[in-house]
């Protein structure tokens, strides 16, 4: 709930209610980038960890970086799935069906990672990865050339015509049309982990 003196002026707080949802994709985003990267870096974060000669100072380094690889992707996750709302989707300008389904690409990388050991080579760490690269694609291709397209007063070629028809606030029928895809698949990638976690516990 806005503040009252906010709230007296529905220009004003509109306007800061767009600001602040469009800010917090914006840092979603740049957390999806930097988990992808970290985990990508894998070797690097090896190499470092083997160079420190106090075994404290190595465990801090890699309590560190796993901190920042793993919390970035699953603080994105969560992100992702608060503004996956109509509601949300049709004030802002939220690029579909890019956003929706890199949404769902990163919770089934954290599927894979949560119920997979992908700290090893193989098809598990393989999957997360491929997983991962195309949710952070999907999310700045959307990201670039649909929520930020080329203005009208620049251009009004037909290929920048069709990247501004693809924002959430001005393509209702393709924005129901991503939720009505993507819910259900995150409901699976829950349901999923629950299975997964049942099992588990199961066999202990």
Partial sequence: MLPAPLASFPPIAKS???????????????LLVIGFLLHLADAYYRRTFASFRLKLSGENWGIVFLMFRDGSLFVSFVAGLLLLN?????????????????????GAALVVKLTRDISAPGRARTAFLWLLGGATA?????YVFVMEAAPDEWTNAPFWQLMRSMRSNENPALATWSFAIAFPLLLAEFAWLLVAASRDARDR
């Avoid at 109509?86 to 990163?106: E, G, Q, R, S």
């Avoid at 999907?138 to 959307?142: E, F, N, T």
């Fill in 138 to 142: 999907l999310a700045l291709l959307g």
């Fill in 86 to 106: 109509l509601d949300i989707m049709a004030d802002i300008k939220l690029a579909v069906p890019f956003v929706p389904f890199a949404t769902v690409l990163t």
């Fill in 16 to 30: 800061l209610e767009l600001w602040s949802l469009m800010s917090f994709f914006q840092l979603a985003l740049m």
